[in-house]
């Protein structure tokens, strides 16, 4: 026993809040064409201290790789504005913008800072000149509902880039009616065969800044999964030479062993509500799907089929799981009522679907498909029956995605590489997160952060 | 861990060079020779020391029984430890009989001798699926092992799926090298 807990130390090295080089970027490669026009004007600053970082900039590459805006170079802007009284609607509707984001920093007290901003609708301006009057609990006011929000916070140079995504969350909710989903981290497994410790569990920013590793193991790390309050992170790990699922509080570190059956421990998920991991184990012979009660560790086995059954995936009421089987011959998915223990086939199309997740507003279900021997990224409309593959990347596998439904992360080939790249729910819009060195898999996308 | 693997990996390998020794004529003054050669030989070799540069013995080559010829066979198949596998199958390969043969017959003479089979996937598909896949492959070979006459308490299986490929190229061939279970003593 002792020297088995000798052996994990040696195999696994635990890090907390351990700041790596951040080296994920988005590169953009295809499907900003028809997105909208908008302008994030640069904050204006008169103070001396020197700031972090420019919020604009933040703001503006959220939006443009939301997939769903275009924003305006500065040196095509025709003015540059601070506040709402400054700008000329008629300019930049000139230009076919929609929307204008001006904003200020103001030294607010040592090493603090105080953020304003209003989002303009420009053509709104336009027709109301600035000003309307509206009747407010019966009496006439001067609204000037051309402002879609406006708000001011005191904040710490530290905080700029969170407080940069909360504007991007704050700006794409007004402007798509959706909640943005920019105020989100990703986790994802680094594999480096000339590291002494090659496997890597980190956790990153949705856009790759402040990339953090959590774990360092000698021997493979996998399958990722956030919990729902986002604190905490379940996952797959071989440091004893055989695999174990773990639960580890992604800020305090704490490690918890939560299963080490004989056989597979694996494809851990988290519940909607945070109480159960549904999972993967082979102990009874194959691989079937059972529910852990995380409080009490009782284990409810959900499936009983001589061929495989893995890749549980909640729907997001929480009701039923989706799941891969080769019960059909090849692999597909299916899904198991929780109450019922009704199976039901969900997928026809191709030679093999795997690893599906229902997208959080129960209208798609999101996989990897194969066909004629490729691997991609697929969606099908679950009211339709419509299927449609997304990308045209190769070797494509480990979708995730974002809580808002608007975006897809998984891993794909790129050159001789293993990276990370994204693709919206349409797919219509797709970039890549290269990688320093290495390779980069099974990215999960958090839910929001609090 | 690793350290322990590499040793006895050597205690396999050891007897098989001394078996590819074992034949060749062997000259008194090679001293060296005849340290590591079989005992009929060494009796001839503690004769050395007196005046060995008078005279020259030589030996005739002793025809290996059935038996030894089988043994040698085994420990020459035991070098190699890999099965490998077609796409998203586990089945085991006909041509793969003698060499799980003679691990079948060098476990079943070590009944303490334990044996880990991994089981490995290409990198098409998702990882989890991999992991399910390779378990099959891991427990194929155990199963062909104990029907073979190993004990089930020799044999423990464990399945990477496709997070230890030995190719990385993502290339059919580099495919085909990765899908395989691994016997590691």
Same mark, same amino acid.
């Given at each position: 026993?002792?020297?088995?807990?000798?052996?994990?130390?040696?195999?696994?090295?635990?890090?907390?809040?351990? &700041?790596?080089?951040?080296?994920? !970027?988005?590169?953009?490669? !295809?499907?900003?064409?028809? &997105?909208?026009?908008?302008?994030?004007?640069?904050?204006?600053?008169?103070?001396?201290?020197?700031?972090?970082?420019?919020?604009?900039?933040?703001?503006?590459?959220?939006?443009?790789?939301?997939?769903?805006?275009?924003?305006?170079?500065?040196?095509?802007?025709?003015?540059?504005?601070?506040?709402?009284?400054?700008?000329?609607?008629?300019?930049?509707?000139?230009?076919?913008?929609?929307?204008?984001?001006?904003?200020?920093?103001?030294?607010?007290?040592?090493?603090?800072?105080?953020?304003?901003?209003?989002? +303009?609708?420009?053509?709104?301006?336009? @027709?109301?000149?600035?000003?309307?009057?509206?009747?407010?609990?019966?009496?006439?006011?001067?609204?000037?509902?051309?402002?879609?929000?406006?708000?001011?916070?005191?904040?710490?140079?530290?905080?700029?880039?969170?407080?940069?995504?909360? @504007? %991007?969350?704050?700006?794409?909710?007004?402007?798509?009616? !959706?909640?943005?989903?920019?105020?989100?981290? +990703?986790?994802?497994?680094?594999?480096?065969?000339?590291?002494?410790?090659?496997?890597?569990?980190?956790?990153?920013?949705?856009?790759?800044?402040?990339?953090?590793?959590?774990?360092?193991?000698?021997?493979?790390?996998?399958?990722?999964?956030?919990?729902?309050?986002?604190?905490?992170?379940?996952?797959?790990?071989?440091?004893?030479?055989?695999?174990?699922?773990?639960?580890?509080?992604?800020?305090?570190?704490?490690?918890?062993?939560?299963?080490?059956?004989? /056989? +597979?421990?694996?494809?851990?998920?988290?519940? #909607?509500?945070?109480?159960?991991?549904?999972?993967?184990?082979?102990?009874?012979?194959?691989?079937?799907?059972?529910?852990?009660?995380?409080?009490?560790?009782?284990?409810?086995?959900?499936?009983?089929?001589?061929?495989?059954?893995? !890749?549980?995936?909640?729907?997001?009421?929480?009701?039923?799981?989706?799941?891969?089987?080769?019960?059909?011959?090849?692999?597909?998915?299916?899904?198991?009522?929780?109450?019922?223990?009704?199976?039901?086939?969900?997928?026809?199309? /191709?030679?093999?679907?795997?690893?599906?997740?229902?997208?959080?507003?129960?209208?798609?279900?999101?996989?990897?498909?194969?066909?004629?021997?490729?691997?991609?990224?697929?969606?099908?409309?679950? &009211?339709?029956?419509?299927?449609?593959?997304?990308?045209?990347?190769?070797?494509?596998?480990?979708?995730?995605?974002? #809580?808002?439904?608007?975006?897809?992360?998984?891993?794909?080939?790129?050159?001789?590489?293993?990276?990370?790249?994204?693709?919206? @729910?349409?797919?219509?819009?797709?970039?890549?997160?290269?990688?320093? %060195?290495?390779?980069?898999? %099974? #990215?999960?996308?958090? #839910?929001?952060?609090? | 861990?690793?350290?322990?693997?590499?040793?006895?990996?050597?205690?396999?390998?050891?007897?098989?060079?001394?078996?590819?020794?074992?034949?060749?004529?062997?000259?008194?003054?090679?001293?060296?020779?005849?340290?590591?050669?079989?005992?009929?030989?060494?009796?001839?070799?503690?004769?050395?020391?007196?005046?060995?540069?008078?005279?020259?013995?030589?030996?005739?080559?002793?025809?290996?029984?059935?038996?030894?010829?089988?043994?040698?066979?085994?420990?020459?198949?035991?070098?190699?430890?890999?099965?490998?596998?077609?796409?998203?199958?586990?089945?085991?390969?006909?041509?793969?009989?003698?060499?799980?043969?003679?691990?079948?017959?060098?476990?079943?003479?070590?009944?303490?001798?334990?044996?880990?089979?991994?089981?490995?996937?290409?990198?098409?598909?998702?990882?989890?699926?991999?992991?399910?896949?390779?378990?099959?492959?891991?427990?194929?070979?155990?199963?062909?092992?104990?029907?073979?006459?190993?004990?089930?308490?020799?044999?423990?299986?464990?399945?990477?799926?496709?997070?230890?490929?030995?190719?990385?190229?993502?290339?059919?061939?580099?495919?085909?090298?990765?899908?395989?279970?691994?016997?590691?003593?």
């Amino acid at each position: 026993m002792i020297q088995k807990i000798t052996i994990a130390l040696m195999f696994v090295s635990l890090l907390i809040s351990q &700041a790596a080089k951040a080296s994920l !970027e988005i590169v953009i490669t !295809e499907g900003i064409d028809s &997105a909208r026009p908008v302008a994030i004007v640069p904050f204006k600053y008169e103070g001396t201290a020197e700031l972090p970082l420019r919020i604009s900039e933040i703001i503006a590459a959220d939006l443009m790789r939301s997939g769903k805006f275009k924003t305006i170079a500065i040196d095509e802007m025709p003015q540059m504005p601070t506040k709402d009284d400054e700008v000329d609607y008629g300019s930049w509707a000139s230009l076919d913008v929609e929307a204008v984001l001006v904003g200020t920093i103001q030294d607010h007290s040592p090493g603090r800072f105080l953020v304003s901003f209003e989002l +303009i609708d420009v053509l709104r301006g336009q @027709i109301t000149g600035g000003t309307v009057q509206a009747l407010v609990n019966g009496k006439l006011v001067e609204t000037k509902d051309h402002i879609l929000d406006n708000r001011q916070v005191t904040i710490a140079a530290k905080q700029f880039r969170r407080y940069a995504h909360r @504007i %991007s969350d704050l700006a794409y909710e007004k402007l798509t009616g !959706e909640r943005g989903a920019f105020l989100t981290k +990703i986790a994802y497994v680094t594999v480096n065969h000339g590291d002494d410790f090659v496997y890597k569990l980190i956790v990153a920013d949705y856009d790759g800044a402040n990339e953090q590793i959590l774990l360092r193991s000698k021997e493979p790390l996998m399958s990722p999964s956030w919990s729902p309050d986002a604190s905490k992170l379940a996952y797959v790990t071989f440091e004893n030479n055989r695999s174990q699922i773990y639960v580890q509080d992604i800020y305090t570190g704490t490690r918890q062993l939560v299963t080490s059956y004989e /056989g +597979i421990n694996g494809a851990p998920q988290w519940s #909607p509500d945070g109480n159960k991991l549904a999972l993967t184990l082979s102990k009874d012979g194959n691989p079937e799907l059972y529910v852990l009660e995380l409080t009490n560790k009782t284990l409810t086995r959900l499936t009983r089929h001589r061929a495989i059954d893995t !890749e549980p995936s909640w729907s997001p009421d929480g009701k039923y799981i989706v799941f891969s089987s080769e019960r059909g011959g090849n692999a597909q998915l299916y899904s198991v009522n929780l109450d019922s223990k009704r199976i039901k086939r969900l997928t026809f199309d /191709g030679e093999m679907n795997l690893g599906g997740s229902i997208t959080p507003d129960n209208n798609h279900l999101v996989m990897v498909n194969r066909t004629q021997g490729n691997y991609h990224i697929a969606k099908k409309e679950l &009211a339709s029956g419509n299927f449609q593959i997304l990308t045209k990347t190769r070797l494509d596998e480990s979708p995730s995605i974002a #809580p808002n439904g608007s975006m897809i992360i998984y891993s794909t080939m790129h050159g001789n590489g293993q990276v990370l790249a994204l693709v919206s @729910i349409d797919g219509r819009f797709k970039a890549r997160l290269p990688a320093a %060195s290495g390779q980069v898999k %099974s #990215p999960a996308w958090s #839910p929001y952060l609090k | 861990m690793q350290f322990s693997k590499i040793t006895k990996g050597l205690l396999i390998a050891i007897p098989a060079l001394v078996l590819t020794a074992c034949g060749s004529s062997s000259v008194v003054n090679d001293e060296s020779k005849a340290a590591t050669n079989s005992s009929s030989e060494s009796v001839q070799a503690s004769g050395m020391g007196q005046n060995a540069s008078a005279v020259e013995v030589a030996t005739v080559e002793k025809a290996p029984t059935v038996e030894e010829m089988q043994q040698a066979k085994f420990e020459a198949l035991r070098q190699e430890q890999t099965v490998y596998f077609d796409f998203d199958d586990s089945k085991v390969d006909a041509k793969y009989l003698e060499l799980l043969q003679a691990h079948a017959d060098y476990l079943i003479k070590n009944p303490n001798q334990t044996v880990m089979v991994e089981g490995h996937c290409d990198e098409r598909g998702t990882p989890e699926y991999n992991i399910a896949l390779g378990e099959r492959r891991a427990k194929a070979v155990a199963t062909y092992l104990q029907n073979l006459g190993v004990m089930q308490s020799q044999i423990s299986t464990v399945s990477y799926g496709e997070e230890k490929p030995l190719d990385l190229s993502r290339t059919q061939d580099g495919f085909a090298k990765n899908r395989r279970s691994v016997l590691v003593y």
